[in-house]
């Protein structure tokens, strides 16, 4: 069971429970307090009233109901759904299963070259060399703290982004490989 | 409400058993039980009698098609409902997509009421179905599902957080809003009658 917190005071936190309190979400001690300023407070009384008419006007206006023809073939649709959807995935395993009795020496051609490429893009990003700086500078010789904030790395540079809290001082490092 | 689900789950849970055991006659039983209700839910979020008769049915057959990775540690219809709503919300936002100017509220929602209405309800019914109509249809459509998942399934904030996935404040909070909303639209369009 959860329990409902409410953070206001006097006619704004009774107000802000009223809905709850209709729903029957407001227990014990906190729905008695409702209920004893509500038998005290005009405004909240009213309030009460407003709630409890529209949540009667909308059970009786939202009551919408399947039509008699559309209940009866409810079930006989979802079915057909139920069927193309196996059958979409059906086909599919079977158009695989063809493919690879018709034309075995393409499909294994295909599924190399396929894998050839994932192993090139997966080694690429994985063997990529990566500057990894300590996260912090030590200090030396009395110099100021400094914390690196960032780093990003391209193919030919590197660009570090380092602050000195002491001093509130921003420095952007880059590192740029020497063209030959 | 008048039809709570809670009453339902302990044969619900036999009927998601036989389910996953292949038993698609006991799917069919789930089905007929949570149908009108589901209907009602996707109605409200969409307001339009066909979309919601769709995103209904795709929910079954979604919920059918997944029933294995259903883990009963909720009810049948909160796992239902959460489908439901899920999708309901995405066809709202494909449809602003499509078309932006029209909003999440669709056109003529009295019009589309008519479809559904109980030919034998009466004049005052249908008229306050109508006003009710068009001012939930003003209210943003996550106001308007917990209040669909409050008012029409009687659902605790408990489990309209469960199935809209956030927190009870949140419930609360767009509940807080949706009623203010209604009181202000519905107090407006009195006066001005």
């Not at chain 2, 008048?2 to 996953?20: I, W």
Request: aromatic content about 6%; hydrophobic content about 40%.
């Amino acid at each position: 069971m959860t329990t409902l917190v409410f953070k206001r005071s006097g006619c704004a936190a009774v107000r802000a429970r009223l809905g709850p309190y209709l729903d029957g979400q407001v227990r014990g001690a906190k729905r008695q307090s409702v209920e004893a300023h509500v038998d005290s407070c005009g405004n909240c009384s009213a309030e009460l009233q407003r709630l409890r008419t529209l949540r009667d006007e909308l059970r009786r206006g939202m009551a919408v109901s399947i039509s008699h023809q559309d209940a009866e073939q409810f079930w006989e649709k979802v079915e057909r759904r139920i069927e193309g959807a196996k059958s979409t995935q059906q086909g599919i395993a079977d158009w695989v299963r063809e493919a690879f009795q018709l034309y075995p020496k393409f499909v294994w051609g295909s599924a190399a070259a396929l894998g050839v490429v994932v192993a090139f893009v997966a080694g690429d990003l994985l063997l990529r060399p990566t500057i990894r700086p300590p996260a912090t500078l030590a200090p030396m010789n009395g110099a100021p703290r400094t914390v690196i904030e960032s780093v990003e790395g391209g193919p030919n540079s590197s660009v570090f982004l380092l602050s000195t809290p002491d001093q509130q001082l921003k420095i952007i490092w880059v590192l740029e490989q020497e063209r030959s | 409400m008048g039809s709570t689900p809670e009453r339902e789950t302990a044969d619900d849970h036999e009927l998601v058993q036989r389910t996953k055991v292949g038993d698609r006659s006991a799917f069919e039983t789930l089905v007929r039980r949570y149908q009108d209700r589901a209907y009602r839910v996707a109605y409200q979020i969409l307001l339009h009698r066909e979309d919601a008769l769709d995103v209904a049915q795709e929910a079954f057959a979604r919920a059918y098609l997944s029933i294995d990775r259903f883990r009963q540690s909720a009810g049948f219809y909160t796992w239902l409902y959460r489908i439901l709503v899920n999708l309901a919300i995405d066809h709202t936002r494909a449809r602003v997509r499509t078309n932006p100017l029209n909003s999440d509220a669709p056109r003529s929602v009295a019009a589309q009421r008519d479809v559904t209405g109980d030919p034998g309800a009466s004049l005052e019914t249908k008229e306050l179905g109508e006003r009710i109509a068009r001012a939930v249809a003003s209210l943003p459509v996550h106001q308007r599902t917990a209040l669909t998942l409050r008012e029409i399934q009687g659902l605790s904030y408990e489990e309209i957080a469960r199935i809209m996935n956030c927190s009870i404040g949140t419930v609360m909070s767009r509940l807080y809003a949706a009623r203010q909303k209604l009181q202000q639209v519905l107090g407006d369009e009195a006066r001005s009658a």
